[in-house]
């Protein structure tokens, strides 16, 4: 199936616009598939059942070589402008037979400076002549209305003139628009002509990229002695529907060739990224940053700590996170948004991803270290301690408790016996050992219980830590799942990427083989098998 080169170009512009706005792509990297022509290629003439569209064949050259009497000569009559005329002249002519029913004119070729006039030769019925003005006019209107002309354009006929085959101007424009057309060279006014001038212009040709171009001999002068004949005959003879339609698709292949390129050459702008390497970048970049504002933070966090120990409220003051610590995160992002440049990586697009992370950093870190501290400060200390100070509590109530049943069993048995002998039962010294008892029963696990309570400020400060720490791996967190969603749009690209590729491989043809034909053409822009 071949593709639309109009649809397909819009196609990949769109791509490219798209990648330009998000900053993947910067417009200086864009400039080849921009610059290529998107003038619509539908033909000017309208085809029949039987034939191709109309050859589409165009006088190029400077002023003064003659173009116009050469057309006059080969159309039979005076249809262009010659001699004194031809310097002022703004419009081009468009010679056709009678039959062929001209569409309807894109917009961006100028109408206002088009001249129609038909024939009625069935010789030349499928040859469209083109008469445009001078390349090397010193009117600028002139040169664009050339230009504007050039896309539909199928067979270029470069006339130069003994004196000025060597124009600057007109070489210019050969060696720009070389490859996107078939070419024959006519050395006019050839009763002035050298044969060396000949051989001359032969190698300049061969040296702009044509091996063995069709050149000929021609004057306007009767009874003149030239090529003219081989010309007329060659013109019949590419004008054939078998010839028109290879030109014709050989010109449609260059453009699809050419658009290949610029998205080839896009294609290894891509490949060059380096996620890989920015991914280890940012984590060595992250870890320093990260270990400078958890020393940076550690006095701010004691005295948060204190004063939360201290506070009613239990409620954090929010300037943990201060503009110290905002700069030091600042200055890792935008170290990584240079690492990025340094991997051939876009860094607009990553800068506006970690902006989020810039802007969310301070409410991270005050949720997360004033969730962690009150969790803290719930349960203080580790569960060891904690278990330590269940134990402590119980023994506070069972010890005492024990010592008063053990001393009141004393006072018991000793009254019992006391009452059997006679004798009293008590003596100061077991009343003060049973004080001792009991008080130290209770002392003891009092004492104990209040060494192991946890303080409320180191508390605070693990709290605040740990919080910190999570604070720290959630914007982490963040800044990886920002690089790896420019990861995911880049693929995306890519393959949005290779499907224009492949339809714009799949819509060259073929290859002329025909070696008549390819002497109209210039060799380095011949497309290549794949």
Same mark, same amino acid.
């Given at each position: 199936?071949?593709?639309?080169?109009?649809?397909?170009?819009?196609?990949?512009?769109?791509?490219?616009?798209?990648?330009?706005?998000?900053?993947?792509?910067?417009?200086?990297?864009?400039?080849?598939?921009?610059?290529?022509?998107?003038?619509?290629?539908?033909? /000017?003439?309208?085809?029949?059942?039987? %034939?191709?569209?109309?050859?589409?064949?165009?006088?190029?050259?400077?002023?003064?070589?003659?173009?116009?009497?050469?057309?006059?000569?080969?159309?039979?009559?005076?249809?262009?402008?010659?001699?004194?005329?031809?310097?002022?002249?703004?419009?081009?002519?468009?010679?056709?037979?009678?039959?062929?029913?001209?569409?309807?004119?894109?917009?961006?070729?100028?109408?206002?400076?088009?001249?129609?006039?038909?024939?009625?030769?069935?010789?030349?019925?499928?040859?469209?002549?083109?008469?445009?003005?001078?390349?090397?006019?010193?009117?600028?209107?002139?040169?664009?209305?050339?230009?504007?002309?050039?896309?539909?354009?199928? /067979?270029?006929?470069?006339?130069?003139?003994?004196?000025?085959?060597?124009?600057?101007?007109?070489?210019?424009?050969?060696?720009?628009?070389?490859?996107?057309?078939?070419?024959?060279?006519?050395?006019?006014?050839?009763?002035?002509?050298?044969?060396?001038?000949?051989?001359?212009?032969?190698?300049?040709?061969?040296?702009?990229?044509?091996?063995?171009?069709?050149?000929?001999?021609?004057?306007?002068?009767? %009874?003149?002695?030239?090529?003219?004949?081989?010309?007329?005959?060659?013109?019949?003879?590419?004008?054939?529907?078998?010839?028109?339609?290879?030109?014709?698709?050989?010109?449609?292949?260059?453009?699809?060739?050419?658009?290949?390129?610029?998205?080839?050459?896009?294609?290894?702008?891509?490949?060059?990224?380096?996620?890989?390497?920015?991914?280890?970048?940012?984590?060595?970049?992250?870890?320093?940053?990260?270990?400078?504002?958890?020393?940076?933070?550690?006095?701010?966090?004691?005295?948060?700590?204190?004063?939360?120990?201290?506070?009613?409220?239990?409620?954090?003051?929010?300037?943990?996170?201060?503009?110290?610590?905002?700069?030091?995160?600042?200055?890792?992002?935008?170290?990584?948004?240079?690492?990025?440049?340094?991997? %051939?990586?876009?860094?607009?697009?990553?800068?506006?991803?970690?902006?989020?992370?810039?802007?969310?950093?301070?409410?991270?870190?005050?949720?997360?270290?004033?969730?962690?501290?009150?969790?803290?400060?719930?349960?203080?200390?580790?569960?060891?301690?904690?278990?330590?100070?269940?134990?402590?509590?119980?023994?506070?109530?069972?010890?005492?408790?024990?010592?008063?049943?053990?001393?009141?069993?004393?006072?018991?048995?000793?009254?019992?016996?006391?009452?059997?002998?006679?004798?009293?039962?008590?003596?100061?010294?077991?009343?003060?050992?049973?004080?001792?008892?009991?008080?130290?029963?209770?002392?003891?696990?009092?004492?104990?219980?209040?060494?192991?309570?946890?303080?409320?400020?180191?508390?605070?400060?693990?709290?605040?830590?740990?919080?910190?720490?999570?604070?720290?791996?959630?914007?982490?967190?963040?800044?990886?799942?920002?690089?790896?969603?420019?990861?995911?749009?880049?693929?995306?690209?890519?393959?949005?990427?290779?499907?224009?590729?492949?339809?714009?491989?799949?819509?060259?043809?073929?290859?002329?083989?025909?070696?008549?034909?390819?002497?109209?053409?210039? %060799?380095?822009?011949?497309?290549?098998?794949?």
């Amino acid at each position: 199936m071949a593709y639309d080169y109009s649809s397909l170009l819009h196609a990949s512009r769109h791509w490219v616009e798209q990648l330009i706005a998000d900053g993947y792509l910067s417009p200086e990297q864009c400039t080849d598939l921009m610059a290529l022509d998107s003038q619509d290629q539908d033909p /000017l003439f309208a085809a029949d059942d039987q %034939n191709a569209p109309a050859l589409i064949v165009a006088f190029f050259g400077g002023t003064g070589v003659g173009k116009s009497s050469l057309l006059n000569r080969l159309a039979g009559e005076a249809i262009a402008k010659v001699g004194i005329e031809r310097p002022t002249s703004r419009e081009v002519t468009l010679y056709h037979h009678h039959s062929l029913t001209l569409q309807q004119l894109p917009s961006s070729l100028p109408l206002a400076d088009i001249r129609i006039r038909q024939h009625h030769d069935p010789q030349h019925r499928q040859l469209v002549w083109i008469d445009m003005p001078d390349i090397d006019s010193i009117d600028a209107h002139n040169r664009q209305l050339v230009r504007s002309w050039l896309p539909h354009i199928d /067979l270029l006929i470069y006339v130069v003139s003994p004196e000025r085959y060597r124009d600057r101007k007109a070489w210019q424009l050969l060696q720009a628009e070389g490859g996107k057309h078939a070419w024959l060279f006519v050395i006019n006014q050839w009763d002035r002509g050298q044969a060396a001038q000949f051989d001359d212009l032969k190698q300049q040709l061969s040296l702009a990229g044509f091996s063995d171009p069709l050149l000929f001999k021609t004057s306007c002068l009767e %009874n003149s002695t030239d090529d003219f004949a081989e010309l007329v005959s060659r013109l019949q003879l590419i004008s054939g529907q078998c010839q028109r339609l290879q030109l014709q698709q050989h010109q449609q292949d260059l453009r699809h060739q050419q658009l290949r390129q610029a998205l080839q050459h896009l294609s290894q702008v891509l490949k060059q990224r380096d996620y890989d390497g920015l991914r280890n970048l940012s984590q060595a970049s992250w870890e320093k940053s990260a270990a400078i504002l958890r020393q940076g933070l550690s006095w701010p966090i004691q005295q948060l700590a204190k004063n939360l120990a201290e506070s009613i409220t239990g409620k954090p003051p929010a300037n943990l996170w201060d503009d110290w610590a905002q700069s030091r995160l600042e200055d890792c992002l935008d170290d990584i948004c240079l690492q990025a440049a340094q991997c %051939n990586m876009p860094a607009r697009p990553l800068r506006s991803a970690l902006l989020s992370v810039k802007t969310q950093a301070g409410k991270t870190v005050s949720h997360y270290t004033e969730l962690s501290a009150r969790h803290a400060m719930i349960k203080p200390g580790n569960r060891l301690q904690r278990s330590a100070l269940l134990i402590t509590a119980v023994a506070e109530t069972l010890l005492p408790l024990a010592a008063m049943t053990v001393v009141g069993y004393q006072v018991f048995a000793g009254y019992y016996l006391s009452t059997q002998q006679t004798q009293a039962y008590l003596g100061s010294e077991f009343a003060i050992h049973s004080g001792l008892l009991i008080g130290l029963s209770w002392l003891i696990p009092f004492f104990l219980h209040q060494k192991l309570q946890p303080s409320l400020e180191s508390a605070a400060l693990n709290g605040l830590h740990k919080g910190l720490d999570q604070a720290l791996a959630h914007i982490k967190g963040n800044i990886d799942q920002q690089l790896e969603q420019q990861l995911t749009g880049h693929l995306q690209y890519q393959q949005q990427l290779q499907q224009l590729l492949a339809a714009s491989q799949s819509a060259i043809v073929h290859k002329i083989t025909d070696a008549d034909l390819n002497r109209l053409l210039l %060799n380095k822009n011949q497309l290549i098998d794949n």
